[in-house]
């Protein structure tokens, strides 16, 4: 709307007061303010598939800029949210044009690898095509073929450097008959939706295909579709229910409702693929193997889960760096732990609370990530913080990675049960996620490096320094059995029966032809004895050494005994003394003590939802 200034005798009586200056700042405001409502440009993006077995799509982005410019620089990222390493997408760029409104060619240049650069001249518009390579087939990836349509916007749709804020149209030109499953605000037929800005268009994954099957439930007032392409053996509507379980312990962790109208679960169910699963602001892409539904149905709900919850931690409750987003370099912080981590703590947690997880099933779980962690040489070497820092990163040394998935879960599960312990069951991990939500998210920003310490002193009422210097910043053993005491629990260290009680100390890999020492654990028994990385194992004792022979060997031996291990290295014939050690790597099973008090009882049946869910 816009406002003009007319000066007639009853306006210019009151300019002609005291007050005058007060009536001219008004008027100027309201004119301001009217030409501040001036429609914003749109940057369109119109994506047209080529001949399938090309898997190239041409993506067409045109831009008005409100005023002229000498150039305009539009670039696709190098990495995307959620995968914390550089992936340097251009690579599958290729045909890149650019014209004004009249279709005549305008200059152009790239200026880094990521980065093209046209000369605008007198241009109203900026025209820019090219096509993308895509086939590949993963929760980050995009895909096209003749089965489908499979997009993720970091890898295939550039922004306009320094506008990432315009609103965005996006257009999909698909073979008649296909479906769509998109997140985004569907604006007209056949497939044409909208975005506020261009982080919110890139955080909105979709899918196309003839075979797309979808599935629709609701919960507290939002919308919720999971979408399937590939083969599912089970009635969608079980799936869908049980899902909605899940949903709805989590919503109500967070208040009771949604921070959005609708929700998409994107799967792709592969035979013979992998768990693999990316967090979206209103959606999640998730790949599974085709057997999860007959064999691993609940690493099909924990998956589900963990990505759901990121829809609060990380895409709203989130470190500062992370959003808006620069995504020409690498962003550092210390809180993967915390994103991740404790997201993966409150996957199976949550399973838990919702009854798709049984109590033996979760506490068993529980036992599989503590030995994991427990597995790991790296634990006593580098803090989970600074596995965070260093995400960019992947050390040639195996011994000094932490993933801080595992160790952020268990951190999470140590924090949860104390808070509980102190509090007398009064506070938990749960109030301070809500107050990380409240605190921050809400406010539309992001919290500090110290972030979580916080947010645990203010819920609990008391400090964490010294756990956070001791567990979180620092490389001390974490004390499971102390904290699991809280809710009547133990831990237990298992052998099975058929595992050998002596170890040279030393990881393998290979097979039955060439079995290769893939690690030799720092301090134990193959590293004292001068075994490598890398050395091809020959024999024990005179007798053959593979994956298959080395457990049964060792089964007839003790710890504390001398063998000779043969093993070629660079080509020469070497032989080593090792003394053999007891088996360090254990399993480990959480399980409930055999006399709990009432206080225990009452803080495990909480923590675990049995008060509200059946156990």
């Known amino acids: 709307m816009s406002i003009q200034l007319c000066f007639h005798s009853a306006v210019?009586?009151?300019?002609?007061?005291?007050?005058?200056?007060?009536?001219?700042?008004?008027?100027?405001a309201l004119a301001g303010s009217g030409q501040a409502q001036t429609a914003r440009p749109t940057v369109v993006y119109d994506l047209v598939p080529q001949a399938p077995n090309s898997h190239l799509i041409t993506v067409?982005?045109?831009?008005?800029?409100?005023?002229?410019?000498?150039?305009?620089?539009?670039?696709?990222?190098?990495?995307?949210?959620?995968?914390?390493?550089?992936?340097?997408?251009?690579?599958?760029?290729?045909?890149?044009?650019?014209t004004d409104q009249t279709g005549r060619p305008l200059p152009w240049e790239k200026t880094d690898?990521?980065?093209?650069?046209?000369?605008?001249?007198?241009?109203?518009?900026?025209?820019?095509?090219?096509?993308?390579?895509?086939?590949?087939?993963?929760?980050g990836s995009t895909l096209w073929n003749d089965e489908e349509?499979?997009?993720?916007?970091?890898?295939?749709?550039?922004?306009?450097?320094?506008?990432?804020?315009?609103?965005?149209?996006?257009?999909?030109?698909?073979?008649?008959?296909?479906?769509?499953?998109?997140?985004?605000?569907?604006?007209?037929?056949?497939?044409?939706?909208?975005?506020?800005?261009?982080?919110?268009?890139?955080?909105?994954?979709?899918?196309?295909?003839?075979?797309?099957?979808?599935?629709?439930?609701?919960?507290a007032g939002t919308a919720y579709f999971m979408a399937f392409q590939g083969p599912v053996s089970l009635p969608l509507t079980e799936l869908a229910e049980s899902i909605r379980r899940i949903v709805a312990v989590t919503v109500e962790m967070f208040g009771g409702k949604a921070p959005f109208a609708d929700y998409w679960f994107l799967y792709h169910v592969i035979p013979g693929g992998r768990f693999h699963g990316v967090e979206h602001?209103?959606?999640?892409?998730?790949?599974?193997?085709?057997s999860v539904f007959a064999e691993r149905i609940q690493r099909f709900y924990s998956i589900t889960a963990h990505e759901f919850f990121h829809a609060w931690n990380v895409?709203?409750?989130?470190?500062?760096?992370?959003?808006?987003?620069?995504?020409?370099?690498?962003?550092?912080?210390?809180?993967?732990?915390?994103a991740e981590g404790v997201t993966s703590y409150y996957d199976d947690l949550l399973?838990?609370?919702?009854?798709?997880?049984?109590?033996?099933?979760?506490?068993?779980?529980?036992?599989?990530?503590?030995?994991?962690?427990?597995?790991?040489?790296?634990?006593?070497?580098?803090?989970?913080?600074?596995?965070?820092?260093?995400?960019w990163l992947t050390p040639d040394d195996t011994n000094v990675r932490v993933d801080f998935y595992t160790k952020g879960a268990l951190v999470a599960l140590l924090l949860d049960l104390d808070i509980r312990r102190r509090t007398d069951g009064a506070k938990s991990l749960d109030d301070a996620m809500r107050w990380?939500?409240?605190?921050?998210?809400?406010?539309?920003?992001?919290?500090?490096?110290?972030?979580?310490?916080?947010?645990?002193?203010?819920?609990?009422?008391?400090?964490?320094?010294?756990?956070?210097?001791?567990?979180?910043?620092?490389t001390d053993e974490l004390p499971y059995g102390e904290y699991l005491a809280a809710v009547g629990l133990e831990l237990v260290e298992t052998l099975s029966p058929t595992q050998p009680k002596a170890s040279l100390g030393i990881e393998l890999s290979g097979d039955e032809k060439q079995t290769v020492i893939a690690n030799v654990f720092p301090g134990e028994a193959g590293f004292q004895a001068g075994l490598d990385r890398g050395d091809i194992l020959v024999a024990l004792d005179g007798e053959q050494a593979t994956l298959t022979t080395v457990p049964q060997l060792l089964k007839q031996r003790q710890p504390g005994e001398t063998v000779r291990v043969l093993v070629f290295r660079r080509g020469k014939l070497r032989e080593f003394a090792v003394t053999l050690q007891k088996e360090t790597r254990l399993d480990f099973q959480v399980r409930p003590v055999s006399a709990p008090t009432p206080t225990q009882t009452r803080l495990y049946r909480a923590w675990l939802g049995l008060a509200s869910a059946s156990g």
């Not at 995307?80 to 550089?86: D, K, M, T």
């Open 149 to 219: 349509l499979y997009w993720n916007g970091t890898n295939l749709l550039m922004y306009v450097v320094g506008k990432k804020d315009l609103p965005a149209r996006l257009s999909l030109t698909l073979p008649a008959g296909w479906r769509c499953a998109c997140p985004l605000r569907k604006v007209a037929e056949p497939f044409v939706y909208e975005a506020p800005d261009y982080d919110t268009l890139a955080d909105a994954p979709g899918i196309a295909s003839p075979t797309l099957d979808i599935v629709r439930f609701e919960h």
């Open 281 to 290: 602001l209103n959606s999640t892409s998730i790949t599974v193997p085709a």
């Open 436 to 474: 990380l939500y409240t605190t921050y998210a809400e406010r539309g920003r992001g919290y500090p490096e110290n972030g979580m310490q916080l947010a645990v002193e203010a819920v609990a009422g008391t400090s964490y320094t010294d756990f956070f210097a001791r567990y979180v910043d620092g």
């Open 60 to 98: 067409t982005l045109r831009y008005a800029p409100p005023e002229p410019v000498r150039h305009l620089d539009v670039a696709l990222p190098a990495w995307r949210p959620g995968r914390y390493q550089i992936q340097n997408y251009a690579r599958n760029i290729r045909d890149f044009r650019a």
């Open 315 to 338: 895409k709203r409750i989130r470190p500062q760096v992370l959003g808006p987003f620069d995504y020409s370099q690498e962003v550092y912080t210390r809180n993967l732990w915390v």
């Open 351 to 391: 399973c838990r609370r919702a009854g798709v997880l049984s109590v033996e099933d979760y506490l068993r779980a529980l036992g599989t990530t503590i030995a994991t962690q427990q597995r790991t040489p790296g634990r006593l070497v580098t803090p989970v913080t600074a596995a965070s820092f260093d995400a």
């Open 113 to 139: 690898k990521s980065t093209w650069r046209v000369q605008c001249g007198a241009s109203r518009e900026v025209r820019i095509s090219y096509a993308c390579y895509a086939n590949t087939l993963d929760a």
């Open 12 to 28: 210019w009586r009151r300019m002609c007061t005291p007050y005058a200056w007060l009536w001219l700042t008004f008027l100027f």
